[in-house]
């Protein structure tokens, strides 16, 4: 184990006191000197590490191509990840085709005479990748989690929320929008393209009309509806048609789950009252959209200046290697996930998680047992649920089969087309299948960790598992402010205002009695109030929703919460009364300057606006300082005393698990 020092203590500001701002104390150095990337539009710990595991993987992926042009004899998987890159790296093709690539789909769109053929040909494109006006897949059914159901979810908009096509302050930006959308027609050769996007700027505006904002989406109780077929017809007779030039079989049909019923029923009427050429343009709009990254730079170009530098203030299109290197990932994620992980990932790391994530459930364990506001009936059903969840770390240990894909080393849109059609026949398996527990939903390469209420997992990829979350060689409370207080977030999921409704077997049920779930919502009334109340400094006219973040907020509250509580436990089982003293930085110290090391994030002001309209995280300044305000051990750290900007009353402070 290594006494030295957190990075993020190399960047302390002293400036600035850690009881008036945590976030910038600990961070003030880097803010110094840490500039955004001119191709992203946020920068911090995270998107480090992504830049890392990009680069890790772009040298396999060049290894691959190596392989592949040396005329050895390779396997397939190489063949695959040289022939997918390959064909997006040569530019000389791609250029000479220009729209040629996807000129058939755009041609079948003028053959389209009625609402019937529109639906069949929407379809079928929507087999290839191509977006349309619903979305589906293979989910575990809330009411029988050992079994997958076929799930529609809505979809069919081109901006970031529905909230763009009805709020004044979005105004400008779809008037950008539709002269977006006439070059983009414009290039795909369509005629009087002015018109046609304004009539999808219409469409658009009315089918959002119909969607559910983020918070009802997040609603698990108002967003499973067990449908039988018949029911779901009844609700949009023309949605057979769709299904049909999916070339879905009805065998699927016996019973599906519909996120939000009111949008489905509403789509119908929309088919029916909107003129048809507007859906044809609709539909024409999501072919060039769905291949405008991997057709000609015309097309490259017109994306990039829309969705990432009007919307997110992005000054630079990305290298075409990170974009290769993407587009590959997207392909065959787990064929580079398993060669990432052979070079990237020791074994002794993920021993020692499978150790931390004991701990922080021994913790909350512990925890769930004392709680004041939990009645005894109640507290015995969650530590029957803690009992139950399956942590995963690093990798599968199954590996997704890639091989029926059949790619081409000169084609970049069929190769597109064909991982697309083989992630949506795989959907379709895991109907016939039933749930596979083994299954992960990330790819080991990804830097992020995710909790499936449905299963009841939580899983770390082995990316994540790195500095500044984690090293093996790190010292124990720097370790359990950053990776085990990711861990207790995945954990706090199980148990936030949505997963909270799941049962351990990851069933959609109450197992709280009415007096306690009254409790917790008193508590987590509070928490939306606090966060309510923020505005982040890159977006200052733009408040924090409460309600979209409030389960990532429960998550971090109570991740960090109980990863203070593990550090504790772990300190007590190596026989460490108190932790040792590093350079005058005692080890609560450096449990909590290494959470604020982790929310380090530089943002452009664009992107803050998408973020805090539309992500249910909190911005990183208050995922760094809003959680510790709650926290007694945090002030005790520190020594807090009121008028301190970190100081919260006692009385004022949320603490739930």
Request: hydrophobic share 40%; net charge negative; aromatic share 10%.
């Amino acid at each position: 184990m290594t006494t030295e020092l957190p990075d993020v203590l190399k960047y302390r500001d002293d400036a600035i006191r850690p009881q008036d701002d945590l976030y910038r104390h600990s961070n003030g150095k880097w803010f110094e000197t840490a500039t955004i990337p001119s191709d992203q539009g946020i920068y911090g710990s995270f998107m480090e590490l992504r830049d890392e595991a990009e680069a890790a993987v772009h040298a396999i992926i060049e290894d691959a191509v190596a392989a592949h042009q040396s005329g050895a004899e390779i396997d397939g998987a190489t063949r695959r990840i040289a022939h997918l890159y390959g064909s997006f790296m040569n530019e000389q093709i791609i250029e000479e085709r220009g729209a040629a690539p996807v000129a058939s789909y755009l041609e079948a769109i003028t053959q389209v005479q009625d609402v019937q053929g529109l639906l069949e040909l929407s379809g079928s494109f929507y087999r290839k990748g191509i977006s349309g006006f619903v979305d589906i897949g293979a989910m575990s059914d809330a009411g029988d989690p050992d079994r997958n159901l076929l799930t529609f979810l809505q979809a069919g908009l081109g901006l970031p929320d529905e909230s763009y096509y009805r709020e004044e302050q979005f105004a400008q930006t779809v008037a950008d929008y539709r002269e977006h959308l006439a070059r983009l027609l414009g290039l795909g050769g369509i005629e009087n393209a002015e018109s046609a996007a304004e009539s999808v700027v219409q469409l658009e505006t009315a089918i959002a009309s119909h969607h559910w904002d983020r918070v009802k989406v997040r609603d698990a109780q108002a967003r499973y509806n067990l449908l039988t077929g018949e029911d779901l017809f009844g609700l949009m007779p023309g949605l057979r048609a769709w299904l049909d030039g999916a070339g879905i079989d009805q065998k699927y049909f016996g019973e599906v789950v519909v996120w939000q019923p009111s949008y489905i029923e509403a789509l119908s009427g929309l088919l029916a009252e909107q003129p048809l050429q507007a859906w044809k343009n609709w539909l024409t709009v999501q072919v060039l959209r769905s291949f405008a990254p991997y057709l000609s730079s015309a097309f490259v170009n017109e994306n990039f200046a829309f969705y990432s530098a009007k919307l997110g203030g992005v000054e630079k299109l990305k290298d075409r290697w990170k974009r290769g290197v993407a587009f590959t990932e997207g392909a065959v994620g787990e064929d580079l996930g398993q060669l990432y992980v052979a070079r990237n990932f020791p074994p002794e790391a993920k021993t020692a998680m499978d150790a931390l994530v004991q701990r922080l459930i021994e913790a909350y364990r512990i925890s769930i047992s004392n709680l004041p506001w939990m009645g005894a009936d109640t507290v015995q059903k969650a530590l029957d649920k803690l009992s139950k969840f399956r942590p995963k770390i690093g990798y599968p240990d199954q590996w997704i089969d890639y091989s029926s894909i059949q790619t081409d080393e000169l084609d970049v849109i069929a190769n597109r087309a064909a991982a697309n059609e083989f992630e949506f026949k795989r959907e379709l398996k895991k109907i016939d299948d039933g749930v596979d527990r083994e299954l992960w939903f990330m790819y080991p390469q990804t830097v992020n960790a995710y909790y499936h209420p449905l299963l009841n997992e939580i899983a770390f990829p082995a990316a994540i598992l790195r500095l500044p979350f984690f090293d093996v060689d790190r010292d124990i409370a720097s370790n359990f402010g950053a990776i085990g207080a990711v861990i207790g977030h995945e954990i706090g999921h199980g148990f936030d205002d949505q997963g909270s409704q799941y049962d351990g077997s990851g069933q959609l049920t109450n197992w709280w009695t009415d007096e306690d779930r009254a409790a917790f919502e008193k508590l987590t009334g509070k928490l939306v109030d606090q966060y309510n109340a923020l505005s982040p400094t890159e977006a200052p006219d733009h408040q924090v929703n409460g309600a979209l973040t409030l389960g990532e907020n429960i998550g971090d509250l109570g991740g960090l919460g109980i990863a203070y509580k593990a550090y504790k436990l772990e300190l007590a089982a190596n026989g460490i009364v108190e932790d040792e003293v590093i350079d005058g930085v005692t080890g609560d110290q450096r449990f909590f300057y290494s959470w604020a090391e982790c929310w380090r994030t530089l943002i452009r002001p664009e992107t803050a606006v998408i973020r805090v309209t539309t992500d249910p995280h909190a911005p990183g300044e208050f995922r760094c300082n809003q959680v510790p305000k709650n926290l007694d051990a945090f002030h005790k750290a520190f020594e807090t005393k009121p008028g301190d900007g970190m100081w919260l009353d006692p009385e004022d402070r949320v603490v739930i698990w």
